[in-house]
């Protein structure tokens, strides 16, 4: 088990005192009672800087935690008391009924003033986060499973502002009782009745270009890699970077991925793959014309931009190279007409800016503070000037990430003999998992990308009726799992599959991604150590469908089917060989 | 005479539970504001003298502001249910509107007089001043007693109250309000009268009309929630955890209550309040060292608000006389019920414990009482200042109603949060920096707000 980062008491974090960007405290609280995992990680990582930055500068880049108020979760217990929402928070109801109770209901008047304080001198977009008391008392991640909200708070009125605060809080409230979330508590045997949750408004590090509010690199640097490529090491550790807010390494999007030791190579593609392979679209704060009103939608104030739009922005130069399909080459820069590659070139090759430096040694500080693999996110802004870049750097969180120590054997037998059902040379995680008698897996027959956003559906349908069993399962599908885009792989989110103990991800000739390669959705998988094999319809090994379909059937829908086992099978996964394999 | 020696027997507006639960125990007890030997105008005028020393006022703005600008005083003649006629003496006083429209209740007194409503009309100026809201002051009131009227003679009353003054009354000019013995329901035939001869909708002409016609959410608990969000205030700045703080109440009415709801809930507990006893004819205080139960204690009340005293001991309280919430060991006190609570008899029954006295009811602490404390350095929140998030929340509801749009509750709760955190930090600044007491402090940054007004209108 790792260390677990040091939670701090309420009475250690001053009171908001309405300034928000004048205020003397980077960190300040409303109300009592705790402050939840996030805000601990928030707190932990201002703690970090302070040690190992404290002029908060890293060669000419400003490196800071955001400004954040927590919300304590005295504010939450009296939200749910006075308004008498406990009996539909714990019903089955749907999310929306349950998101529009929340909304419905009185936020506590002696926490309104702090709030309405807040945005009477706050005019720039400000993220609404969740920060759950369990996700700090288990030491579990929950990313994904609650509900952010950004908010573009430029409104010119006070009172607009102050109502789209509360309404994105009383969401993120809502979200502790959504399907989803109940789900995932389930599975990690913990009710939602002991949930609580805290708040984090923070401020949103980015630009305005335009209608747009952004930064320019959102980065998630972890300090072990699960998928090493070339001549790195898994100690090395791994960066996604993506254009935009996080929200696209969050949802599985299409990143650049690379080792910090190696900042100048990339994944293993070929320019082809690269091309297809690289980000086209990036996510903002709708900082323009008021969207459709529906304070149920987490992504109510989120557009989704063109990288060409970036470019128009200015916002691309130090991300973004150009194909030269005249030569076949990648050249660094968007100075050539072309195609672009969001390669993050220019940012990490030139050395104009140390950002490289300052990532690693930020991995190595929280991995020397926790002593054990950690996970960062931070988002940067680039403003060119006439001297350079003003760089600054946003680190929005650290939490330590789960590496198993266990040693297993797999032998050229098991992967290869008929014992095996599938193997794998790509997997994530550690360990034997021998008491699972279920599969739910995607029927390869029938499946096609266009049939993705059906296929989630039906696994969900499949994944819960089982789960209320409380029986674990294996999954087997095409493409990346969770992704948001449709076409990438089966758009799930974590709510739908979080009963699965052991995770397959296999490739068609219809569905020949690249698949994930870790991401926020994939850290809830390596936290709750479940398996994840990674199975290529081109590589040596296979997955024996026709075995699969001889077993005894439990449910089945068009394009995915749960059969039951007679004996449980037997999952082995070798994280030091990343092999792995499930015997039957 | 010091400045905050005079003080006494301030206004209050809008608050018709507490203002008619006050009145009736004044009436019970035989002690109209009139019989207790002093002519309130001249305190008044007394009191605005000293501050306008304070501030150096030059002498137009002095006499502008020692007097009301305007006065009505009028007959309303109506017919009783036996068919008599009876003739009603009424008044309104529009003391200054340099700020904004008048604002202020309207009175059924049978000792009213029009130097009462004169004083109550100018404390009512410095009262929307001090927590800076854009409205003046004035007092209305009609000598009767609605003890003895029937709800229709009641009726006929408001209406020829409204029919005498139309024309000077208004949403732009004047906005009354419930006080001593009148409610929501004579606002609404108040308000009925006056759009039936002005023939449209004019919701934002009277304030504390219930939620739905046209009154404001939160109402109810904004005179109590305000004092907290003063004594929170206060508390921040003497450095003091409220979690680690008690505190004693006297009165169980609604201010008191919503005062005692909200400490408790940012972490205070209350050790003891004092509720007035209708068949004993006194008042008793109910004290629990563990803190007490405010949902418990309310659901043993009964139609008059007595807490029940064989059921409070079942809760745990200790049954004590009346004044004994004075003498408990708290960091503060908040007496939430009648005036001239803390007298130069009682003070020294203070506690040294107590820091902070924050005044939720009107006039709570005698001259002599007030000198006492301060010398022994109690911080005191006044009340003009304490208890103005009920005239605050009465002009948030005239906003909404000009508007004809009704904010949410925790809208008005916020903007009352804002308002009286602001005019509290204004008044403790001007104390520090001025070293002056906090009730003289509230009332010079008040008069010279008003003051400042007529000058910028050219007044003077």
């Given at each position: 088990?790792?260390?677990?980062?040091?939670?701090?008491?309420?009475?250690?974090?001053?009171?908001?005192?309405?300034?928000?960007?004048?205020?003397?405290?980077?960190?300040?609280?409303?109300?009592?009672?705790?402050?939840?995992?996030?805000?601990?990680?928030?707190?932990?990582?201002?703690?970090?800087?302070?040690?190992?930055?404290?002029?908060?500068?890293?060669?000419?880049?400003?490196?800071?935690?955001?400004?954040?108020?927590?919300?304590?979760?005295?504010?939450?217990?009296?939200?749910?008391?006075?308004?008498?929402?406990?009996?539909?928070?714990?019903?089955?109801?749907?999310?929306?009924?349950?998101?529009?109770?929340?909304?419905?209901?009185?936020?506590?008047a002696?926490?309104a003033g702090?709030?309405r304080?807040?945005?009477?001198?706050?005019?720039?977009?400000?993220?609404?986060?969740?920060?759950?008391?369990?996700?700090?008392?288990?030491?579990?991640?929950?990313?994904?499973?609650?509900?952010?909200?950004?908010?573009?708070?430029?409104?010119?009125?006070?009172?607009?502002?102050?109502?789209?605060?509360?309404?994105?809080?009383?969401?993120?409230?809502?979200?502790?009782?959504?399907?989803?979330?109940?789900?995932?508590?389930?599975?990690?045997?913990?009710?939602?009745?002991?949930?609580?949750?805290?708040?984090?408004?923070?401020?949103?590090?980015?630009?305005?270009?335009?209608?747009?509010?952004?930064?320019?690199?959102?980065?998630?640097?972890?300090?072990?890699?699960?998928?090493?490529?070339?001549?790195?090491?898994?100690?090395?550790?791994?960066?996604?970077?993506?254009?935009?807010?996080?929200?696209?390494?969050?949802?599985?999007?299409?990143?650049?991925?690379?080792?910090?030791?190696?900042?100048?190579?990339?994944?293993?593609?070929?320019?082809?793959?690269?091309?297809?392979?690289?980000?086209?679209?990036?996510?903002?704060?709708?900082?323009?014309?008021?969207?459709?009103?529906?304070?149920?939608?987490?992504?109510?104030?989120?557009?989704?931009?063109?990288?060409?739009?970036?470019?128009?922005?200015?916002?691309?130069?130090?991300?973004?190279?150009?194909?030269?399909?005249?030569?076949?080459?990648?050249?660094?820069?968007?100075?050539?007409?072309?195609?672009?590659?969001?390669?993050?070139?220019?940012?990490?090759?030139?050395?104009?800016?140390?950002?490289?430096?300052?990532?690693?040694?930020?991995?190595?500080?929280?991995?020397?503070?926790?002593?054990?693999?950690?996970?960062?996110?931070?988002?940067?802004?680039?403003?060119?000037?006439?001297?350079?870049?003003?760089?600054?750097?946003?680190?929005?969180?650290?939490?330590?990430?789960?590496?198993?120590?266990?040693?297993?054997?797999?032998?050229?037998?098991?992967?290869?003999?008929?014992?095996?059902?599938?193997?794998?040379?790509?997997?994530?995680?550690?360990?034997?998992?021998?008491?699972?008698?279920?599969?739910?897996?995607?029927?390869?027959?029938?499946?096609?990308?266009?049939?993705?956003?059906?296929?989630?559906?039906?696994?969900?349908?499949?994944?819960?009726?089982?789960?209320?069993?409380?029986?674990?399962?294996?999954?087997?599908?095409?493409?990346?799992?969770?992704?948001?885009?449709?076409?990438?792989?089966?758009?799930?989110?974590?709510?739908?599959?979080?009963?699965?103990?052991?995770?397959?991800?296999?490739?068609?000739?219809?569905?020949?991604?690249?698949?994930?390669?870790?991401?926020?959705?994939?850290?809830?998988?390596?936290?709750?150590?479940?398996?994840?094999?990674?199975?290529?319809?081109?590589?040596?090994?296979?997955?024996?469908?026709?075995?699969?379909?001889?077993?005894?059937?439990?449910?089945?829908?068009?394009?995915?089917?749960?059969?039951?086992?007679?004996?449980?099978?037997?999952?082995?996964?070798?994280?030091?060989?990343?092999?792995?394999?499930?015997?039957? | 005479?010091?400045?905050?020696?005079?003080?006494?027997?301030?206004?209050n507006d809008a608050d018709s539970n507490q203002m008619?639960?006050?009145?009736?125990?004044?009436?019970?007890?035989?002690?109209?504001?009139?019989?207790?030997?002093?002519?309130?105008?001249?305190?008044?005028?007394?009191?605005?003298?000293?501050?306008?020393?304070?501030?150096?006022?030059?002498?137009?703005?002095?006499?502008?502001?020692?007097?009301?600008?305007?006065?009505?005083?009028?007959?309303?003649?109506?017919?009783?249910?036996?068919?008599?006629?009876?003739?009603?003496?009424?008044?309104?006083?529009?003391?200054?509107?340099?700020?904004?429209?008048?604002k202020g209740g309207?009175?059924?007194?049978?000792?009213?007089?029009?130097?009462?409503?004169?004083?109550?009309?100018?404390?009512m100026?410095?009262k929307c001043?001090v927590v800076d809201i854009p409205l003046?002051?004035?007092?209305?009131?009609?000598?009767?007693?609605?003890?003895?009227?029937?709800?229709?003679?009641?009726?006929?009353?408001?209406?020829?109250?409204?029919?005498?003054?139309?024309?000077?009354?208004?949403?732009?000019?004047?906005i009354?309000a419930p006080d001593?013995?009148?409610?929501s329901?004579?606002m609404?035939?108040?308000?009925?009268?006056?759009?039936?001869?002005?023939?449209?909708?004019?919701p934002g002409?009277i304030t504390g009309k219930p939620v739905?016609?046209g009154g404001s959410l939160g109402r109810t608990e904004a005179t109590g929630y305000g004092v907290i969000f003063t004594?929170?205030?206060?508390?921040?700045?003497?450095?003091?955890?409220?979690?680690?703080?008690?505190?004693?109440?006297?009165?169980?009415?609604n201010v008191?209550?919503f005062a005692?709801?909200l400490?408790?809930?940012?972490?205070?507990?209350?050790?003891?309040?004092?509720?007035?006893?209708?068949?004993?004819?006194?008042?008793?205080?109910?004290?629990?060292?563990?803190?007490?139960?405010?949902?418990?204690?309310?659901?043993?009340?009964?139609?008059?608000?007595?807490?029940?005293?064989?059921?409070?001991?079942?809760?745990?309280?200790?049954?004590?006389?009346?004044?004994?919430?004075?003498?408990?060991?708290?960091?503060?006190?908040?007496?939430?019920?009648?005036?001239?609570?803390?007298?130069?008899?009682?003070?020294?029954?203070?506690?040294?414990?107590?820091?902070?006295?924050?005044?939720g009811?009107?006039?709570?602490?005698?001259?002599?009482?007030?000198?006492?404390?301060?010398?022994?350095?109690?911080?005191?929140?006044?009340?003009f200042l304490a208890n103005a998030g009920g005239v605050t929340c009465s002009y948030f509801e005239q906003v909404q109603s000009n508007?004809?749009?009704y904010w949410e509750k925790d809208d008005v709760l916020s903007r009352l949060d804002l308002k009286m955190t602001a005019a509290?930090?204004?008044?403790?600044?001007?104390?520090?920096?001025?070293?002056?007491?906090?009730?003289?402090?509230?009332?010079?940054?008040?008069?010279?707000?008003?003051?400042?007004?007529?000058?910028?209108?050219?007044?003077?």
């Amino acid at each position: 088990m790792p260390q677990k980062i040091p939670v701090l008491s309420v009475t250690d974090i001053p009171r908001f005192d309405r300034h928000f960007f004048g205020g003397e405290h980077v960190i300040s609280r409303i109300g009592g009672g705790a402050i939840g995992g996030k805000a601990s990680g928030l707190a932990f990582a201002d703690t970090v800087l302070q040690k190992n930055l404290p002029g908060g500068s890293y060669q000419g880049i400003t490196v800071s935690i955001p400004r954040f108020v927590v919300i304590g979760t005295d504010v939450f217990d009296a939200f749910l008391e006075r308004n008498d929402l406990g009996e539909v928070a714990q019903s089955d109801t749907s999310d929306d009924r349950i998101g529009m109770a929340f909304q419905r209901a009185e936020f506590p008047a002696e926490f309104a003033g702090d709030l309405r304080g807040l945005v009477s001198t706050v005019h720039a977009p400000l993220a609404v986060r969740s920060s759950s008391m369990l996700e700090d008392a288990m030491y579990e991640p929950f990313a994904g499973v609650y509900g952010t909200k950004m908010i573009p708070n430029n409104q010119p009125d006070t009172d607009t502002r102050y109502r789209k605060l509360i309404d994105a809080i009383k969401f993120v409230y809502a979200s502790t009782f959504f399907r989803g979330a109940k789900s995932y508590l389930s599975i990690t045997r913990q009710g939602t009745a002991q949930e609580k949750m805290a708040v984090i408004i923070q401020e949103v590090v980015g630009l305005r270009h335009r209608d747009r509010f952004y930064p320019n690199v959102s980065g998630v640097g972890r300090s072990y890699n699960f998928y090493p490529v070339g001549h790195a090491q898994p100690e090395e550790g791994v960066v996604d970077l993506a254009l935009g807010l996080g929200k696209t390494i969050v949802d599985g999007g299409r990143v650049w991925t690379y080792s910090p030791a190696f900042p100048q190579a990339g994944p293993p593609f070929t320019t082809g793959e690269m091309l297809s392979n690289t980000q086209t679209d990036f996510w903002a704060v709708n900082m323009g014309k008021p969207p459709t009103f529906d304070p149920m939608k987490e992504t109510e104030y989120l557009i989704k931009a063109d990288i060409k739009d970036a470019e128009s922005d200015d916002s691309i130069r130090l991300a973004a190279s150009t194909y030269q399909p005249q030569n076949d080459r990648i050249v660094m820069g968007t100075g050539a007409d072309g195609p672009r590659i969001l390669n993050f070139g220019p940012l990490l090759q030139l050395h104009e800016v140390p950002f490289n430096d300052l990532v690693t040694m930020l991995l190595q500080s929280c991995q020397q503070a926790l002593d054990v693999p950690v996970e960062i996110e931070f988002a940067v802004t680039t403003d060119r000037t006439s001297e350079g870049y003003s760089v600054r750097f946003g680190f929005l969180q650290v939490r330590p990430m789960v590496v198993s120590s266990a040693t297993v054997d797999i032998t050229d037998d098991e992967l290869e003999g008929d014992r095996s059902l599938l193997a794998s040379e790509r997997t994530m995680g550690n360990g034997v998992v021998d008491n699972l008698t279920d599969i739910i897996y995607v029927k390869p027959d029938l499946f096609g990308k266009e049939h993705t956003r059906t296929v989630a559906a039906e696994i969900d349908e499949l994944s819960k009726r089982i789960s209320d069993d409380s029986r674990g399962y294996v999954l087997i599908g095409f493409g990346r799992w969770g992704s948001s885009d449709p076409w990438l792989g089966i758009p799930v989110d974590w709510g739908s599959i979080g009963g699965a103990r052991v995770i397959v991800e296999a490739t068609l000739p219809d569905m020949d991604v690249e698949l994930s390669q870790g991401s926020h959705f994939f850290h809830n998988i390596t936290s709750l150590q479940i398996p994840y094999l990674c199975v290529r319809h081109s590589n040596r090994f296979k997955i024996d469908w026709l075995w699969l379909e001889s077993q005894p059937i439990v449910a089945e829908t068009k394009f995915v089917r749960h059969v039951r086992l007679a004996a449980p099978l037997t999952v082995k996964i070798d994280g030091r060989g990343r092999k792995g394999v499930i015997l039957r | 005479m010091p400045f905050s020696s005079v003080y006494n027997l301030p206004p209050n507006d809008a608050d018709s539970n507490q203002m008619s639960w006050l009145s009736a125990k004044t009436l019970r007890r035989g002690r109209p504001v009139t019989d207790s030997g002093f002519n309130p105008y001249e305190m008044a005028q007394a009191q605005f003298d000293s501050g306008a020393e304070v501030l150096g006022l030059d002498r137009g703005a002095r006499e502008i502001l020692r007097v009301p600008l305007r006065e009505y005083q009028f007959s309303i003649p109506i017919r009783m249910d036996d068919g008599s006629v009876g003739v009603y003496r009424g008044f309104r006083v529009q003391h200054n509107d340099a700020r904004g429209p008048c604002k202020g209740g309207i009175r059924f007194h049978p000792a009213e007089t029009i130097d009462t409503v004169r004083a109550l009309a100018m404390w009512m100026t410095w009262k929307c001043a001090v927590v800076d809201i854009p409205l003046g002051g004035g007092k209305g009131g009609v000598v009767c007693d609605p003890h003895n009227l029937s709800m229709r003679e009641q009726e006929q009353i408001c209406r020829g109250w409204v029919r005498q003054l139309a024309k000077n009354v208004g949403p732009v000019t004047d906005i009354p309000a419930p006080d001593v013995m009148t409610s929501s329901q004579h606002m609404l035939w108040m308000l009925d009268e006056f759009e039936h001869i002005c023939g449209g909708h004019y919701p934002g002409f009277i304030t504390g009309k219930p939620v739905g016609m046209g009154g404001s959410l939160g109402r109810t608990e904004a005179t109590g929630y305000g004092v907290i969000f003063t004594l929170r205030e206060a508390l921040r700045e003497l450095g003091i955890d409220p979690d680690k703080t008690t505190a004693s109440v006297q009165g169980f009415g609604n201010v008191a209550q919503f005062a005692i709801e909200l400490y408790q809930q940012i972490g205070g507990k209350v050790i003891c309040v004092s509720c007035w006893d209708q068949a004993d004819q006194q008042a008793y205080s109910f004290s629990n060292p563990e803190g007490i139960d405010l949902k418990a204690l309310k659901g043993i009340t009964n139609r008059f608000g007595d807490i029940d005293k064989a059921k409070a001991k079942e809760l745990g309280c200790e049954i004590l006389d009346g004044e004994a919430w004075l003498g408990q060991d708290a960091d503060i006190l908040i007496p939430a019920a009648l005036e001239n609570q803390i007298t130069g008899e009682n003070v020294e029954r203070i506690s040294k414990k107590v820091k902070i006295i924050a005044e939720g009811a009107n006039g709570p602490t005698t001259p002599e009482a007030d000198h006492a404390i301060q010398s022994r350095d109690i911080f005191v929140i006044p009340d003009f200042l304490a208890n103005a998030g009920g005239v605050t929340c009465s002009y948030f509801e005239q906003v909404q109603s000009n508007a004809n749009y009704y904010w949410e509750k925790d809208d008005v709760l916020s903007r009352l949060d804002l308002k009286m955190t602001a005019a509290f930090a204004a008044v403790s600044e001007l104390s520090r920096k001025r070293k002056l007491y906090m009730r003289d402090a509230a009332y010079v940054i008040a008069v010279d707000r008003v003051a400042q007004a007529c000058r910028d209108r050219g007044w003077v």
